[in-house]
């Protein structure tokens, strides 16, 4: 029988190895995973720290006796410490085991902060269920905590913690908050936000120093902005490929540090594929390979492997990174990119701005929502954008991303068909509103270049 | 890895952190609620030279020189469709068979 490896139990390892199984019955399909569940949403714990979503059981989507009625040969727990690409075998408690076709899907580890004390107890990285099960039972009986790095899970930490009633200090080395993906005009309302649920914002501020007590546990964080007192810290750096095994058995590596695989999820070794957080995906507007991406990217990714393991010629396209999140209660979201990283690569482009409502403007509950577009100064293509505010973030932010993706323009956007329906959308659609203006400026000669 | 691929990540990493830390100075300088970014030590170089130097080069030739040094992606259909372009389906693709005619009376 032909046997397929999967390496990894996150989205992109349950994604490839269940439809592999689903689309090939007679192949045997076996999963490693070092951890002792599968199928859960990380992307939910800080959720479940904050009290929004009541207990960490329900983020649990299925279990592993279910994988295994599914016909698939779960191995939890258990690390696969070498590949060996000539004989075809991984190694795993010293034995070897042979496969015919390897999906590696080990995904990522977060950042170590670069300063003294970063291995002292006490700091808490977001990934393992099960670590942030027992970090929660902790958390009943502490006071504050210091949450290092404002990215999108450092933030979603920091509001979730505020919101349970703790003193949460949030330290970033940036400007302002999600600094990478947010421009700087969405941050005075995410700041005000934040600081409503109580978190104290410190940024600009470096960090410089974990200190320990006596039995090792972090009891204050020094930055350049002072000493803060802390009884756990959260750290939330940069997601960093988890690529030990893959560099160690030849793969080839992009430049951002992940396995480089081509557009059917393939890597530099025949038989050989790779997804998820471990590999690197080309920016659909430069070709410019990035990693970082969501959870719904993953399986993706993992789905595109395993078609095409089982025999299918599915492509992957390149990616225009639809985002969105909530920081502390204000919704933001966006794709591709907003001037600040346009602006740091180089991209030339024109604004599309616009302030439209979330239902009729009758209707109760209706919020603004601000759109932000960015085009092409010749063309008007649409090659990035920011929107906040209200509901309806996350579905617009999808549809540009998929419209700029297919080379929407702003004169496509502007004569858009919209809903109307005073519960859930106002008779102008807010997109429409941003790439009117556009136009009217353009007819005024008003539309400004930008680089 | 390779010495190269080192190079290419340190090249990749050195220059990024650069042009964001001058782009989040000038965007964040009259928002409210931003303060200045923390800056390291020991970024002259990049900060005082390639900034300057990068941003005077068009983005077409930014683009032709990252793909000739090998930092865009290989192996990857570029985006699907240009504007005003028609929709195709995937190269090797097989095309769907004409749909049956319907007997015609006669």
Known sequence: MERVIVIGGGGAGTAAATITKRLNPALKVTVFTEFSDIAYSPCGIPFVHGREIPKFEDLFLSTVERYREDGLDMRMETVVTDIDLDRRTITTKNEPEGFDKLILCTGFFWEQPDVPGANLDGLHYVKDIRKSMEFDKQLDSMKRIVVVGAGPVGVEMAGGLARRGLHVDLVDEGPWVLHEILDPDVAKPVHDSLEARGVTLHLGTKTESFEGDADGHVRAVTTSDGVFECDAVVTGLHKVPNTKLAEAAGLKLGTTGAV???????????????????????????????????????????????????????????????????????????????????????????????????????????EKTFVKLLAEPDTLRLIGGVIHGGEGVKERCDFLAFAAKRGATLYDLAYMENIYSPPIGALFEPIQIAAQNALAAQRENKLAIAT | MSSLSDAKRNLRERSERALRLAVLSELGRDQPSTVEPYRPKGDRFWRMLFVPLYRRIPWSAKQRAMAALGMTAKGWQPPARKPGEPWRPPAGATPPAPPAQPERDS
């Open chain 1, 260 to 366: 480089s695989v081509d557009d059917h999820m393939r890597t530099s070794a025949p038989g050989v594929w790779a997804a998820g957080d471990v590999v690197e995906i080309p920016h659909g507007l430069n070709m410019i390979p990035i990693v970082g991406l969501t959870g719904a990217h993953a399986y993706a990714q993992g789905r595109v492997a395993a078609v095409n393991i089982t025999g299918g010629d599915l492509a992957y396209d390149p990616v225009w990174v639809p985002w969105g999140m909530v920081a502390g209660d204000y919704t933001i979201g966006g794709f591709s990119m907003g001037e600040n990283l346009a602006r740091s690569v180089g991209v030339p482009y024109v604004l599309a701005k616009g302030v439209g409502i979330t239902k009729a403007r009758y209707y109760p509950g209706a």
